[in-house]
């Protein structure tokens, strides 16, 4: 998803494009104790303050900036800064949970699903995991068979049906870019 992003932003220019992480937008859990936060299932679509989502999108339409928040994912919490978003011609929407949430999906031109083999996911996973979060093998392991393949499973698989393209997430990347950019030539 976030490689297809990426590409996506270098088509169209940084001027014409932006990309919006979903995972921006967990909710706020500084009121508890670390060990609380940590436990937490952030793999479930009530972790992510999805209206804020949608309020920010509808706000962009309308040709006004937002401040879109940031999470720090090392101490489960948002931190006190955020990112001013300008509105722009193509906004991609990024995220696991974002074509399961009905409310995002209504506000979409065009839903991309990037299906990728479980053993993929999960080395990607592993590798951001331990690389940008700080967190070590077993607790990402732990929380793969705990709450992301369970959620996957519940929330996720499904969202093919909601998706306009589905584009394979070992297959050609320029393909993909190409099929995509077209929707918004």
Known sequence: KTTLAAALMHTWGEERSLVI????????????????????????????????????????????AVERPVYDFERHVRADD??????????????????????????????????TDADIRLLRRLERDVKERGRDISSVAEQYRSTVRPMHAAHVEDCKSHADVIVPGEGDLDRAVEVIAAYFA
């Open 21 to 64: 992480p979903h995972d921006a937008y967990y909710r706020d859990l500084s009121s508890l104790p670390f060990d609380e936060r940590a436990a937490q299932n952030f793999d479930a679509p009530e972790a992510l303050e999805t209206e804020l989502l949608a309020s920010h999108l509808d706000q962009l339409a309308k040709g006004k």
């Open 82 to 115: 955020h990112v001013v978003i300008e509105p722009a011609d193509v906004i991609v929407v990024e995220g696991i949970l974002v074509l399961s949430e009905p409310t995002l999906r209504e506000r979409l031109d065009l839903k991309v699903y990037v299906d």
